[in-house]
């Protein structure tokens, strides 16, 4: 008897983990609160680009999807940086040319769906979850013939998202501890449309951004020659949503801080007026499983800000890792399966919670400090000097498997060894020297310890 | 036209606040969960002693109900230390003999539901408050018709506890911030009854504990001769809730660590087996207003945990503070009124609940710790010395109205000055001498910015 398996959402982990655990032999049933998007035109506005980074890809290469979306995927080598005057530069992502790639949400979500039904999951869609029975997973269903309860489900697992029901009935129990907060700011969507003959208006493989210290304005390529931009802005404040209302408004807000993005994007007043403006949260939660019978995965455990890319990049990893402690275990044994995920996955989730609010600063504001640009080049240099010891928190973060919070560990000696660098005077200058190589030798070693942290192996 | 305010719980900030709303000249009604307890024997091992300081006393009185509550209140002057090999010390909590007062729970919650019904306050009760819409104010409510939809609230304030009705509706909304954690403790309530003719058979004019490092027990006068007792302990590890189960746990486990106390308890079996063992939640939230149509207060907009005794004080200031701010604004402009409230109260809900926090690790640890209490001596010495400038942080909050986020603010300098007081040398022989009388004007100079803090008027 195979067990049957309920995931609630068939969003990029839901339908992901669907497919593994449908492979691996079980009976898998999806529910998703929206009607089928396969047969829908996306929304406008809503629409976000993913940036897919190594571990996005190993969940995919796990379900034989690796190729087929690396069809769609668009690599960016890096940051190309809009000053306010118009003038741009290129900041490289890695020591290697390597790349984040640009991926359409829906477009992924569709073929994660198709090859899930392919792989024989049941997608049950417009089912919408008001309530679980956390003890015998009875579950409380909203449909086209009301309010019904679902029963039969050996094992739930919820990959619905921040606004997770499953979440909602373990923040009843006793002793759950759970934090959400929202940061200032919220998005808006714009368009860049393509050129003649879907060109591209501006640099293709590259994730531009206009920094702005308080907000920003970024952009990631699309295949058809368009950008999608989205503008991170504070809601409240001197210069915000709240105070950027009427046409005129707008045409100074983009004059005054993007002016060399005006021109392209035609549609700029609807589109600022229509699209709607999100907000942006952040979830921690624990515990993630209850007992034998359920567990969260994906942004439903741990709900983080887009601005390092890895919601959808962490959300992969769990399942890949999920999959991981199955195979080492009896494929029954979900108390046993449940508790080393927990164990394992949770600090990763806080950590990339608090790597994703951090990496916003940097993005708005520090790369276009030019303390932190030195800063970038020594890195990088280090890390060619010395690429078993040193690699930036960036390159682990997406270039590599390091746990989340491994990395997030070594970023202090790391602050610590580059500020003894850059205070011992002009890297480039003092680079040839004999006497500066082994000094940054003993450097090295003496922090070796500290910043070896690197994992490259999936 | 009177403005209808509903109060939604009947106990003690409920209770208090509807007192001084209804001689404000509003109509108010409130609705409680659970059955009258005037009706009712308290229920075993949930009594809880509260320890009533400045702030509470404050709100009393704007009640005129200070002086009955007097009655049947107990001084308590300091600590008793009970060490593991039964000897005892006394810790006074003020240089001037202040105390803080044991009071029961139950008595002064049925005092204020009577005093308030004299006031023409209306208290329904067995009403469940299921939902709440916020943007009119009304409410589901539960009781023996079922579940029916209640109309006409003006304003709603929500003084029902941990875990409010109205926040969860507020949890909803869009940028909620919200927060709630476990310590890893939990409590139980035992009983040391009184000796011959209601005699106390330990000092009387104490809260006495019996510090373990990491857990404690602690014993709270009543004025019929009995102590209740509550065990703080964590619930799982090697000495735990967990681990003691068995008769014979429960003996070896009181025998090892509260020698002294076991032979006063002789219900100690079955208190231990039939009390509940409860958690311990603090909750953090943002905004405690929505417009001008609903509220929190007291523990609804901070939870806190009890180790510094000031749940009930802080949910009384929050009374006494908003009637202030009524005050000083047309009654009925509630955009106003709401708005000022949380400005002045959201800073001193977080900083009470920190403080909260920080004191279990006193009251289980550090009272038993020779440093702790050479400094705490040397603490007094100063607040004699210097009245106008140093007192302690305990101090301010017990025995003063000083904010408590600047009761927490001043607490790093005081432990630099302390540090340096306490590393000149041996205080008591120092102090006779002319020159240490000048160095410690010198350093209370320095610091006097930073530590004279206090706020002794209401």
Redesign the interface.
Known sequence: MNQKISILGAGLVGSLLSILLQKKGYQVTIFERRSDMRNLTLSAGRSINLAMSMRGWAGLEMAGLREEIEQIAIPMYGRQIHAIDGSQTFQAYGKNNEAIYSVSRGELNKKLMTLAEKAGVEILFNQKVIDINLENNLIQIENENGINTSENHDIVIAADGAFSALRNAYLKT?????????IPHGYKELTIPAGVNNSFLMEKNALHIWPRKNFMLIALPNLDGSFTCTLFFP?EGEVSFQSIQTDEDITTFFQTYFPDVMSLIPTLLSDYKNNPTA?L?TVKCYPWIYKNKNMLIGDAAHAIVPFYGQGMNAGFEDCRLLMGIIEKNDMNDWTQIFKQYQQARKPQGDAVADLALQNFIEMRDLVADPTFLKRKKIEKELGKLFPAVFNSVYEMVSFSHTPYFEAISCQQAQDRLLEKVMQAGEFEKLIPTEDFKNQLNDWMNEYAEEIKKIKLIV
Chains 1, 2 share one sequence.
Do not use: I
Request: glycine share 0%; charged share 25%.
């Open positions: 006793d002793r759950y501890d759970y934090q959400q907060f929202y809601f907000s949260v």
